[in-house]
T-cell receptor, first 113, second 115 residues
Framework: GNSVTQMEGPVTLSEEAFLTINCTYT??????LFWYVQYPGEGLQLLLK?????DKGSNKGFEATYRKETTSFHLEKGSVQVSDSAVYFC????????????FGTGTLLAVQP | DAGITQSPRHKVTETGTPVTLRCHQT?????MYWYRQDPGHGLRLIHY???????DKGEVSDGYSVSRSKTEDFLLTLESATSSQTSVYFC??????????????FGQGTRLTVV
């Protein structure tokens, strides 16, 4: 079946450090891939997405590239800020009739000043 | 921000009682979903709807039922609440799924505690 595996947290970084959060997926066909972010006490919001192999999604300094050969969609940011502290979820969708999202377990990022 | 309202935002209930959570949208989106969020599990799909009166089960549907009598409202009912249903519940909406990159929008969540 379809599934998403992402690195366990928490990830603790100092401000301006480089961030990588790993995400790999298992799916038949060609899913769309997403990163969602959840700030404390809030719902999830879309951070970035990619719909086909080699696409790069980017937003707010975050980037992720859809790598079909390694079935990966790792999230990166060159210089994190305290305000980036949140839980990050990798997700996939096969689209189709229901557009259901399948989520990873989430990775808590804590950025210290 | 997408117009999604969940109610209540917080609820404490006793084991064995029925509970209904409401999701209301103002976006006229076709698809609506209920997820639960638990530590170590991420978000898991409970039920979803692809139109008025059209619903189907997700991966963790046991003990839950849903109804959608209007486009804008999607109700989640815990028929007889148990402590294992203590969780944060999120409603989400999305539009026409023929577009493979259709984004889902989430509500603020409902924190439910079953004592």
């Amino acid at each position: 079946g379809n599934s998403v595996t992402q690195m366990e947290g928490p990830v603790t970084l100092s401000e301006e450090a480089f961030l990588t959060i790993n995400c790999t997926y298992t799916a038949t066909g060609y899913p769309s891939l997403f990163w969602y972010v959840q700030y404390p006490g809030e719902g999830l919001q879309l951070l970035l997405k990619a719909t086909k192999a080699d696409d790069k999604g980017s937003n707010k300094g975050f980037e992720a590239t859809y790598r079909k050969e390694t079935t990966s969609f790792h999230l990166e940011k060159g210089s994190v800020q305290v305000s980036d502290s949140a839980v990050y979820f990798c997700a996939l969708s096969r689209g189709g009739a229901t557009n259901k999202l399948i989520f990873g377990t989430g990775t808590l990022l804590a950025v210290q000043p | 921000d997408a117009g999604i309202t969940q109610s209540p935002r917080h609820k404490v209930t006793e084991t064995g009682t029925p509970v209904t959570l409401r999701c209301h949208q103002t976006e006229n989106h076709r698809y609506m979903y209920w997820y639960r969020q638990d530590p170590g599990h991420g978000l898991r799909l409970i039920h979803y709807s692809y139109g008025v009166k059209d619903t189907d089960k997700g991966e963790v549907s046991d003990g839950y039922s849903v109804s959608r009598s209007k486009t804008e409202d999607f109700l989640l009912t815990l028929e007889s609440a148990t402590s294992s249903q203590t969780s944060v519940y999120f409603c989400a909406i999305s539009d026409d799924a023929r577009g493979r990159d259709t984004e889902a929008f989430f509500g603020q969540g409902t924190r439910l505690t079953v004592v």
